[in-house]
């Protein structure tokens, strides 16, 4: 069984409570109003070993890890006129399994091609 303490519980708890994605800061926020004892460097200790227990999945987004506790895909849309980037929701892992041997737990995406705005622009 995994020792737990007031710390790890108060950390997990705080986790818990994010129904997005959330980065390491974030974390840290809620958890040091709580606890002004735990450091950052703790949170990210705990947030590795978290990913790497598959307890929460972790993305890359704008050079920043971003992590989540119910979320299994992070996807952008971006487009290579504007450089805007969108986040866009896939719902499902469905598609994916026959590409893949093993088994999956999340996946990441970038998607690149052309926005409405600048669309419309070309229409002119
Ligand atoms: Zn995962
Ligand atoms: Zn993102
Ligand atoms: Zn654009």
Redesign the pocket.
């Known amino acids: 069984m995994k020792r737990t303490t007031p710390q790890k519980q108060l950390i997990e708890k705080e986790i818990t409570s994010f129904s997005s994605f959330f980065n390491a800061e974030d974390l840290y926020k809620k958890v040091s109003k709580k606890n002004a004892k735990i450091g950052i460097a703790t949170i990210y200790r705990f947030l590795n070993g978290l990913t790497k227990d598959g307890e929460i999945h972790s993305f890359q987004c704008n050079r920043k890890t971003l992590y989540s506790n119910s979320k299994k895909n992070h996807c952008h849309f971006n487009?290579e006129?504007?450089?805007?980037r969108k986040h866009i929701d896939l719902k499902k892992l469905d598609f994916l399994h026959q590409q893949v041997e093993g088994e999956l737990c999340h996946f990441q995406i970038d998607i690149t091609g052309?926005?409405k705005?600048?669309l419309n622009k070309l229409s002119f």
Do not use: I, L, N, T
């Open positions: 487009c006129r504007c450089g805007e052309v926005c705005r600048c």
